[in-house]
């Protein structure tokens, strides 16, 4: 069992930046690629970043990409997404994952173990 937790959204003016944690505890945390999700009002579930088990490779959707940075602390146990630029349409709640293997993954399905979420709402 993996236990995982998000935190560090809030409410942020377009253009702005955020920092979102994700805590986990119990299967070691190095041996599995990680990832982060978003979910806006009314909307599926969509991949956003994706990383592999010792941080050495990295995937972002489009819309993001050049935007946001996920890195990870094998030592602390802890992912992170940096977000740069917020726009409104990033307005979401933000999940992270765990996955099954060390590769990279990109699908909802690929995920064994979620977070509870964090909101980042990006508005003037």
């Known amino acids: 069992q993996v236990q995982l937790s998000e935190s560090g959204g809030g409410l942020v003016q377009p253009g702005g930046s955020l920092r979102l944690s994700c805590e986990a505890s119990?299967?070691?945390?190095?041996?599995?690629?990680m990832g982060w999700f978003r979910q806006a009002p009314g909307k599926e579930r969509e991949f956003v970043a994706a990383?592999?088990?010792?941080?050495?490779?990295?995937e972002y959707t489009d819309s993001v990409n050049g935007r946001f940075t996920t890195t990870r602390d094998n030592f602390d146990n802890t992912l992170y997404l940096q977000m740069n630029s917020l726009k409104p349409e990033d307005t979401a709640v933000y999940f992270c994952?765990?996955?099954?293997?060390?590769?990279?993954?990109?699908?909802?399905?690929?995920?064994?173990?979620w977070g509870h979420g964090t909101q980042v709402t990006v508005s003037s």
């Open positions: 990383i592999d088990f010792i941080g050495a490779n990295t």
């Open positions: 994952a765990a996955s099954v293997t060390r590769e990279m993954v990109f699908a909802l399905a690929d995920y064994a173990y």
């Open positions: 119990g299967r070691a945390f190095r041996d599995y690629a």
